[in-house]
């Protein structure tokens, strides 16, 4: 029996077209950056690790098994999980928007960012992935592009879920280091 393998093309496409996907800066690697600069990028990665790559294994798996053929189904389950996604980011938005700036508030934060709040920002991260739309549109339109119907899915998916997974950690740092340099700069300009 042989390996299943993808052609050198169809890989080439994938990871670069997966690498666009990953940098594109929607709801998760916002957070990412904004964990960064809050918190620095060694906290955020862990977080984002925890929290992201696990919601993304879970649609992806969820996929693989026909969650898309489900959504393409039936026009309403797909527009209650859009609105519902949507609904979970503009109340994260909200959130962020309106949440009280207390100076010694955040400095307490920061200090103990190491010691418990991973958790907290692996939750948060969690539910941001699992919950945004553009990541179900993904997980549902763009990896069907790159599976061969007349081979088992399962283990198509996973062959492409790895690498894009790998690409969505570098991401995170991506996001988190760049949070991170922000604060920095920003920082040493108003020390002027």
Excluded: H
């Excluded at 907290?120 to 599976?147: D, G, H, M, W, Y």
Aim: proline share 5%; aromatic share 10%.
């Amino acid at each position: 029996r042989r390996a299943m393998t993808l052609p050198i093309e169809i890989w080439a496409v994938f990871l670069i077209s997966a690498y666009g996907v990953s940098i594109y800066p929607g709801p998760n690697n916002i957070l990412a950056l904004s964990n960064g600069s809050r918190f620095g990028v060694r906290t955020s990665c862990v977080a984002g690790c925890l929290g992201r790559l696990p919601a993304f294994a879970i649609q992806l798996g969820l996929t693989a098994i026909g969650r898309g053929a489900l959504l393409a189904a039936s026009e309403t389950a797909f527009t209650v999980l859009k609105y519902l996604g949507a609904a979970y980011l503009v109340y994260l938005g909200l959130r962020m928007i309106f949440a009280a700036v207390d100076v010694d508030a955040e400095a307490a934060a920061i200090d103990t960012a190491a010691d418990g709040r991973i958790g907290v920002l692996a939750r948060r991260e969690f539910f941001t992935a699992i919950s945004n739309p553009k990541s179900i549109l993904l997980f549902t339109a763009f990896f069907p592009q790159f599976v061969d119907p007349t081979q088992p899915a399962i283990p198509q998916f996973a062959m492409l879920g790895a690498p894009f997974l790998v690409l969505e950690a570098t991401a995170i740092w991506a996001y988190a280091a760049g949070g991170e340099r922000l604060l920095s700069t920003l920082d040493s300009v108003l020390d002027l």
